[in-house]
């Protein structure tokens, strides 16, 4: 399985922002839609945003909905999330993943191929 290899994660104050980004090395993602996960300490993972493998329609959970943007550059293997506003509930290692087809729902069986999982933290 390709294993995707995310970066960017760190420590930030609320209100603070990061940008995590997600690369497939062998990019055979380019068509696939690709997707952001996250999980918290005694937390189930759960779906934070979805991007088509165009770039041309993303879903966010209701919990980052206009504090969170997905995007990718058409063509390409790789995806980002710019998080802004950032709250102490964002604390989790955040997961990218590759989408089983153009465009993935929320579950985590939409999605075939995950990395290792960036930290980030929020301070209060």
């Known amino acids: 399985q390709v294993r995707l290899v995310e970066s960017g994660g760190g420590l930030v104050q609320a209100g603070g922002s990061l940008r995590l980004s997600c690369e497939d090395p062998r990019r055979t993602s380019s068509n696939n839609a690709m997707g952001w996960f996250r999980q918290a300490p005694g937390k189930e993972r759960e779906f934070v945003a979805v991007?088509?493998?165009?770039?041309?329609?993303?879903v966010y959970s209701d919990s980052v909905k206009d504090r969170f943007t997905i995007s990718r550059e058409y063509g390409k293997s790789t995806v980002y999330l710019q998080m802004n506003s950032l709250k102490p509930e964002d604390t989790a290692t955040y997961y990218c993943?590759?989408?089983?087809?153009?465009?993935?729902?929320?579950?985590?069986?939409?999605?075939?191929?995950w990395g290792q999982g960036t930290q980030v933290t929020v301070s209060s």
């Open positions: 991007i088509g493998w165009n770039g041309g329609r993303a």
């Open positions: 993943a590759k989408g089983r087809s153009s465009f993935a729902g929320s579950r985590s069986t939409d999605y075939t191929s």
